[in-house]
């Protein structure tokens, strides 16, 4: 009997130890790294151009966040998409060495003045890529090693920079509308600037998140120099706004329909104003929002993430999609399967969702999502502080909405648009149904019965 009530009280004390012990504190740390490639590689977007030089830099950010052994790298890059899978895989697998690290997320500006990452064409991986991958394994393992007891905070401001380029007439006909002097926005557009800020417990700044829909196209193909475009500007007004402490983030939102004012500006015609103009305008409304946020700490930090792989169908019939492309200007002498997307049956495309401390989640889609995917994202999900990033861990060509794929136009029913109609629709509903699983309100058992049989029956249930 002694023997018993010894054990009981063992348990106990054992039970009440676990209980009081105090939960994980969430870290953050952030680093960032100069990745632009040598001259000579190709550029992104537009028609084919080698760089000729560097007008600004391009940097890979890094902000690593951790709650005890569950660690998250959030990687933004100053390029016109993320790297491809085999590049991903390889960069996880080095930090999950180096750090720990369980979930790498890797996002892209969508810059149009960055090396091209578009390599079917090519056997292997240049030299200046692997160098890239190198770089970036590097910082996500300073900004672990450097991680400190951080807090959190979110607030919302409002810009307008840009407008809607898929102009849609009365007669249903959908025009190209490229740049808009004027600086009227055409609907959809989202002027929201979601910020999240990032201070280590003593109030220091460390990161600035700042969350927009735009293209960053304000120069055009005649610049073939390496350049950020505006979201480079931003970044810089909001660090120098900062006093230097911070390290901003663009996370690019759903700007597949979305053009700066001031879109494909020739050189002669001032491009660089223009490009200083519109970084500068969001920076200016990013930087107040992120000086009036209080970050706070949360007495039960958390950080849940999952990356899905969902299957969808090519798009068009194989044969009149390469009689398209044969049709259109862009094929050179590297002949048809360099611009072929994967035509199989099934196309995995990857769908992250992240929820920080039960009160922050973040959507990652793989392509470029139209506008209305982010406000609808925002408008319904279960948590107040939600952000959507287009561009993200992979690159499937242009994701609009059934309704834009029905009207047509660039992007909406174009080469460049090779995923099945209502794609993005999965894919958000997707990620609500995630989250509302790491927040505990969908299980993965039925509920016990709440009713007696009999009554339930009586009112007409079979």
């Known amino acids: 009997m002694r023997a018993w009530k010894q054990v009981l009280v063992l348990t106990f004390l054992a039970l009440l130890t676990v209980k009081w012990l105090p939960a994980a504190a969430l870290k953050a740390g952030v680093a960032k790294v100069d990745i632009t490639p040598p001259v000579g590689v190709p550029l992104w977007g537009y028609e084919l151009r080698d760089s000729t030089g560097t007008l600004d830099p391009l940097y890979a950010r890094v902000l690593v966040l951790e709650v005890g052994e569950k660690r998250l790298a959030l990687v933004t890059l100053d390029l016109g998409r993320t790297f491809g899978r085999d590049s991903i895989d390889r960069l996880r697998a080095a930090a999950k060495a180096s750090s720990g690290i369980s979930y790498v997320f890797v996002t892209a500006t969508h810059d ?17 890529e ?45 025009t190209w509308f490229e740049h808009n002097p004027t600086e009227i926005p055409t609907s959809p557009v989202d002027p929201t600037v979601p910020v999240l800020r990032v201070d280590a417990v003593d109030g220091r700044p460390l990161a600035v998140l700042v969350n927009y829909a735009c293209h960053p196209v304000v120069f055009g193909p005649d610049n073939t120099q390496y350049s950020a ?53 969001l920076g200016d409304e990013a930087a107040r929002v992120a000086m009036g946020i209080h970050t706070q700490t949360t007495a039960e930090p958390s950080l849940d993430f999952a ?81 959507l990033t287009g561009y993200s861990n992979g690159y499937f060509g242009y994701l609009p909405t059934i309704k834009a794929a029905t009207e047509g136009g ?14 993005g629709e999965i894919m958000v509903d997707h990620a609500l149904v995630r989250v509302y699983q790491m927040l505990g309100l969908l299980t993965d058992a039925p509920e016990d019965p709440k009713e007696d049989y009999s009554v339930t029956h009586r009112r007409g249930t079979p």
């Open 112 to 128: 149009h003045s960055a090396p091209s990452l578009q390599d079917k064409y090519r056997n292997g991986t240049p030299a200046w």
């Open 410 to 423: 660039y992007g909406a029913a174009s080469a460049a648009t090779w995923i099945e109609p209502g794609a």
């Open 229 to 281: 475009d505006w979201p480079g500007v931003m970044e810089k007004s909001v660090e120098q706004a900062l006093g230097g402490q911070p390290i901003c983030f663009f996370l690019q939102g759903a700007a597949g329909d979305i053009n700066p004012y001031f879109a494909v500006i020739p050189l002669k015609e001032d491009a660089i104003k223009r490009r200083d103009w519109t970084g500068q305008r």
């Open 130 to 174: 692997t160098a890239m991958l190198e770089k970036i394994g590097a910082a996500i393992a300073a900004a672990h090693r450097n991680a400190v007891e951080a807090r959190l905070g979110v607030g919302y401001g409002v810009a307008y920079i840009g407008h809607n380029r898929h102009r849609l007439n009365a007669d249903g006909t959908v």
């Open 307 to 387: 990356e899905d792989l969902l299957p969808f169908h090519f798009r068009y019939d194989v044969e009149k999609y390469k009689r398209a492309l044969m049709g259109g200007s862009e094929i050179d002498a590297r002949g048809l399967d360099a611009y072929m997307p994967d035509t199989h049956y099934e196309q995995q495309l990857p769908v992250a969702t992240v929820l920080i401390n039960k009160q922050i989640a973040l959507l990652g889609m793989p392509g470029e999502p139209f506008v209305d995917f982010q406000m609808n994202w925002r408008s319904r999900c279960p948590v107040k502080d939600c952000f």
